[in-house]
């Protein structure tokens, strides 16, 4: 019978590894803190001045968190390959967000992404109802996925106090987001990506010398199944058939069926092209060139994906087969304390059994890293919405030094709730934590995802189009959330006794595509039968409509409640309006640089003076002048026009190898009988 997995003492090599590790990264993280820290576009998107490498290296390392190396290498353990295709696809849509969406965003001259439909549509209830909701989705979602990912390895591993070691792991991240804001968190993630991919690769030339290739594995793979399995007499434990294609049959459950794959790229666009803490990667570098350059870079690094985290997943599942194949709900609760499944600790397992003294250390900073750097984003991006889009509406006039200390301040109550989140994480834990993660996206993106794709090609839907719409696909996607999550899933041997309903079974991916496709019909709908924005409101706000030099109109809000678009305006109002905006944003920009209201008199050096002077210090407030700050940001982007011809025409000819080699993959990990695209056999 298999037995419970055992922690390994660390070496000294390991603790020497370590140390080194975050000797590099808080070394970095100090010396990122001391630029751009003094200003709103400093300490939000970096002043601007990211170059290629440290955006590409910051899109990857703020999506490869440690659920992705638990969740994709146990879905490789579980099923094969086939979770490699949300890798693959986002290959397709970062170009998608470089060429398409980005440009929109940088015309728009936004912050945030709530921002952007605020200028789009007018009114506030959209924003501040997508605020709202990407804050929940951050907590719940991708704050408490990589905490119980982190607490997986760290636990299985090392045989730490789950609590301790993840409470530690959360407060180091806050830390550096608190200290350096967006500068300090791209620099940071540039250097755990390269120690990511360095221990990552190691480890799967182990991986791949132990079985010896990627031909063995797929000849040995079908044949990893536990005694449990063979002894049970049924199919539960057993790897399915089509395991190394990429393309499942129609009602796979294994893996993602093929007609869903039109629905896992609605997701792929809802993360890569709308989600705050990815876009704002993208918003933070020098100019459109080097947005487009860091989105080929991440695309490469995805490549990787499935090489790296997915094939390990395989080989642990050949070499440990009773413990990672285990079959009864009785051997899976003795091995991993879960009665599901065991596949998510097949990445925990190699480094435990593989790695030598010292690269062990270094696998366990790789994961460190990976958890660090999806944490600090998160913290980053969901205190830059908060300031701007919450902070900023009841305090409209806020000085710049408040709004830092805002930003600084709801970090720290991210810490707070990620930490009151841990017992949660630990007493929901699943067998398939990838799918999990995907599933509970395909219930709230999609609809978010069309009124983006809507706002961005189509000029003709409004505020009340896009509200509406929202509102009916969450309704739709929470109905199915909560009625799903009502039920528990039995262990496969007990599946005779699963009483869910049918509908419940319909694949999440199909969802996530009838989702979509209800919430533009409402949306459509609706905008026909309501007023239009006015033609000047929209300049430069479309992907059509990039070349226009006229700025757009901004769309007053009705008073009352609700805070509505009012489109029913004349062109005389929309001239008053618009000279009462550029004025407003004469005095916000003073505002905004009003330094003094916070720096104490110099002259009366007190102890009040000194306290001012530290805390100012560690807010990141400098004091600056009227041209300074805010100021200087703005000046640091070019126009679209600007952009250098010979490097847009090699950003164009990377990306279209890029998307070629993506299509590559998805043909040669493919199988292509048409008997399996259409049923399971």
């Not at 353990?77 to 986002?90: C, D, K, Y």
């Not at 985290?309 to 991993?336: H, N, W, Y």
């Not at 998307?659 to 990990?669: G, V």
């Amino acid at each position: 019978m298999a037995t419970a997995i055992t922690s390994v003492a660390l070496h000294w090599a390991d603790i020497l590894v370590l140390i080194t590790y975050f000797g590099i990264v808080i070394g970095f993280g100090i010396w990122s803190s001391c630029k751009n820290r003094g200003s709103v576009g400093g300490y939000f998107l970096a002043g601007r001045s990211m170059t290629f490498l440290p955006v590409g290296a910051s899109l990857f390392a703020s999506n490869i968190g440690s659920g992705h190396f638990i969740g994709l290498a146990g879905s490789g353990a579980n099923n094969g390959i086939g979770a490699a295709t949300f890798e693959l696809n986002a290959t397709y849509v970062l170009m998608i967000l470089g060429w398409i969406f980005l440009p929109v965003y940088i015309k728009a001259d936004v912050f945030t992404m709530p921002e952007f439909l605020k200028k789009r549509f007018g009114g506030d209830r959209i924003r501040f109802y997508l605020t709202i909701l990407a804050l929940l989705l951050s907590v719940f979602t991708k704050i408490s996925v990589d905490l119980y990912s982190g607490a997986i390895f760290l636990n299985q591993a090392l045989g730490w106090n789950i609590y301790v070691s993840v409470i530690s792991l959360v407060l180091l991240a806050a830390i550096f987001t608190i200290g350096g804001g967006l500068s300090a968190v791209i620099w940071t993630d540039f250097i755990q990506t390269i120690i990511m991919i360095l221990s990552a690769f190691i480890l799967m030339i182990i991986c791949y010398t132990k079985v010896g290739g990627i031909q063995l594995i797929k000849e040995l793979y079908p044949y990893a199944v536990a005694d449990t399995a063979l002894f049970s007499n049924s199919t539960c434990g057993i790897p399915p058939e089509d395991f190394f294609s990429l393309i499942r049959p129609l009602d796979s459950v294994d893996g993602p069926p093929w007609v869903g794959i039109v629905g896992m790229t609605l997701l792929s666009v809802w993360y890569w092209c709308s989600d705050q803490v990815i876009v704002q990667r993208a918003l933070a570098a020098k100019n459109v060139t080097h947005a487009r350059a860091g989105c080929i870079v991440a695309s490469s690094l995805k490549f990787l994906s499935i090489f790296i985290m997915v094939i390990p997943g395989m080989v642990a599942r050949i070499l440990f087969q009773d413990k990672i194949g285990c079959a009864t709900p009785e051997s899976c609760k003795q091995i991993c304390d879960n009665e599901a499944s065991c596949t998510d600790i097949a990445y925990p397992i190699i480094v435990i059994e593989l790695m030598p003294n010292g690269l062990r250390g270094l696998m366990l900073a790789c994961m460190i890293a990976a958890l660090m750097s999806s944490l600090t984003s998160i913290f980053n991006s969901s205190s830059t919405i908060f300031t701007i889009d919450i902070w900023q509406r009841f305090r409209p006039k806020a000085p710049q030094w408040e709004l830092l200390i805002v930003g600084r301040i709801f970090t720290l109550v991210l810490v707070g709730i990620s930490i009151l989140w841990i017992p949660i994480i630990s007493a929901a834990q699943g067998g398939k934590l990838f799918d999990y993660i995907q599933s509970v996206t395909s219930f709230l993106a999609p609809p978010i995802c069309s009124i983006y794709v809507l706002a961005i090609f189509w000029k003709r839907i409004n505020e009340e189009g896009a509200f509406w719409g929202l509102i009916c696909g969450l309704v739709i996607g929470l109905i199915r959330f909560i009625w799903e999550y009502s039920y528990s899933v039995p262990p496969c041997l007990l599946a005779a006794t699963d009483r869910r309903p049918e509908a419940i079974k319909f694949h999440f991916l199909y969802f996530a595509l009838l989702l979509f496709t209800l919430t533009c019909l409402v949306a459509v709908i609706v905008s026909l039968l309501t007023r239009p924005i006015p033609e000047q409101c929209l300049h430069g706000l479309n992907f059509f409509d990039l070349d226009n030099p006229i700025e757009p109109t901004p769309i007053p809000t009705k008073p009352g409640l609700w805070h509505k678009a009012d489109t029913a305006f004349e062109d005389k109002h929309i001239r008053s309006e618009s000279s009462v905006h550029r004025l407003s944003r004469v005095q916000s920009a003073a505002a905004i640089r009003r330094f003094g209201l916070f720096y104490p008199d110099p002259s009366n050096k007190s102890i009040k003076y000194y306290s001012k002077i530290a805390l100012a210090w560690i807010c990141g407030v400098e004091h600056q002048g009227e041209d300074n700050g805010d100021a200087r940001f703005s000046q640091t982007m070019p126009p679209l026009a600007r952009e250098n011809l010979f490097w847009k025409r090699i950003c164009n000819i990377n990306a279209v190898l890029i998307l070629a080699f993506a299509s590559f993959l998805w043909a040669f990990f493919t199988d292509y009988r048409i008997d399996k695209m259409f049923k399971n056999t």
